[in-house]
């Protein structure tokens, strides 16, 4: 009998994560096989608000290390990939009642100079009465604050990654579902199935499970693991409406309930208006945008702009959901894993990352929450 190709890593899921694991993993000299159930981003990776940032909002949490380390990375990541990642300028209007002009002012002090910032213009203060930011706004808006973060194309982000994998021999396979994955003799045999019913097995030193919301579903499906509850699911929904605003910059509003939401620039003719924040039970692949969400959104920005957001200026709507992670535990030893913090919103303290965590028997799960 023939036995099955075997790679030192098999990367399971065709998103950011998964897509970047491959691309460092082949870069580092180990053979890769990535298998993606539909396309190359189709996820999580091609609905999100598409911005490489620090998580500003965290720092409210005083989450400085994960600022620390978002802010760090989002130099790398503009610095490899300066044709689809674009410097973008936050407008960040204060809103009398809400966050004072103080703490604002010095947090975004902290933002600026915590990443090592180097060409990415610093913090300055607006004064929205004569600047051209301050004309799509309600005329209650006089102060407001300008900083830098990045934009990113997300969904040509993932297929780059996979396209410079696959260029340094990585072996990328699309419309293939890794159906099953067993363990024997500390080797991992992974079956996959292709859209057209045809099975194949490969045999793979090491598992990456990058299955993005699925991420629980391919440990109690694929590896026979029943019951598994490592993350619950959060629900972030966009709209889009025709262009609201002539300049370049997008605008940061918060909201009485202590949320924020951006309004971007998006595609030259539409505004992007997102996101919101809420639980998601379900297969994510049934995921929609709620009546609730969509009053939300329009009634959020409507608070700021000075022409109202009604329901039916809405163009087109993005929604999908992020796996969180819900346990925290640190472990130092040997650099093994680091698991995330616990989930905590509306008054308790959220907080967002990557989350490596390994599993008994040598899967190495990727899953993150939303920036
Ligand atoms: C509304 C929203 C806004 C966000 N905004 C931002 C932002 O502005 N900036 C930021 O940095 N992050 C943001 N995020 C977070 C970010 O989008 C996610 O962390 C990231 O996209 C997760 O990528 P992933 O590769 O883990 O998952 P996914 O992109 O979902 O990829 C997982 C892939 O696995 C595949 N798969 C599943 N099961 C199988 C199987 N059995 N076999 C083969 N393939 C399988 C799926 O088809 C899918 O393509 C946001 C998230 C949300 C929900």
Redesign the pocket.
């Known amino acids: 009998m023939v036995e099955a190709a075997m790679v030192d890593v098999f990367v ?8 970047s694991v491959a691309r460092d993993a082949i870069g580092r000299g180990f053979s890769v096989m990535l ?4 396309d ?14 620090g998580g500003l909002r965290y720092l409210e949490h005083y989450e400085f290390r994960l600022v620390h380390e978002a802010l760090a990375e989002r130099e790398v990541l503009w610095a490899a990939a300066p044709h689809i990642i674009w410097p973008l300028r936050f407008v960040l209007p204060h809103h009398r009642g809400l966050r004072p002009a103080m703490v604002l002012r010095a947090g975004l002090a902290m933002y600026d100079y915590m990443g090592g910032r180097k060409l990415l213009p610093p913090t300055k203060s607006l004064d929205l009465r004569t600047h051209e930011t301050g004309k799509a706004l309600k005329p209650g808006y006089r102060l407001g604050f300008e900083y830098s973060d990045c934009w990113v194309d ?1 969904a040509r982000f ?1 297929v780059l990654n996979a396209r410079d994998a696959a260029d340094k021999g990585a072996t990328i396979n699309t419309r ?4 099953s994955a067993r363990r024997l003799d500390g080797v991992w045999q992974v079956e ?1 199935e292709t859209e057209d019913g045809t099975r194949d097995e490969v045999r793979a030193r090491l598992l990456v499970n ?5 991420v629980d ?2 440990i109690g ?2 590896l026979g693991k029943r019951g598994a509850h490592n993350v619950r699911l ?5 709209i889009v409406v025709k262009k609201q605003f002539e300049h370049d910059r997008c605008y940061i509003f918060q909201n009485s309930d202590g949320r924020i939401i951006f309004a971007i620039p998006y595609e030259h003719d539409f505004t992007l208006i ?2 919101t924040d809420e639980d998601f039970h379900g297969d994510p692949r049934d995921v929609r945008i709620s009546e609730q969400e969509t009053n939300y959104l329009c009634a959020a920005a409507s608070e700021y702009f000075l022409n109202p957001i009604g329901r039916d200026q809405i163009v087109w709507s ?6 969180a992670i819900q346990r925290w535990r640190q472990r130092r030893a040997g650099g093994d894993a680091r698991l995330c913090a616990q989930d905590r919103r509306h008054g308790r303290r959220r907080r967002s990352d ?1 989350c490596v965590w390994r599993q008994v028997d040598n899967v190495t799960a ?6």
């Open positions: 399971i899921g065709g998103g950011i994560n998964g897509t298998a993606e159930m539909n190359l981003a189709s996820g999580t990776s091609s609905a999100a608000t598409k911005l490489v940032h997300d993932v293939t579902k890794v159906i996959t990058a299955a993005g919301p699925w579903e391919v499906g694929a959060v629900k972030g929904s966009h997102g996101t993005l929604f999908r959901c992020s796996p990557q990727v899953g993150g929450i939303r920036a």
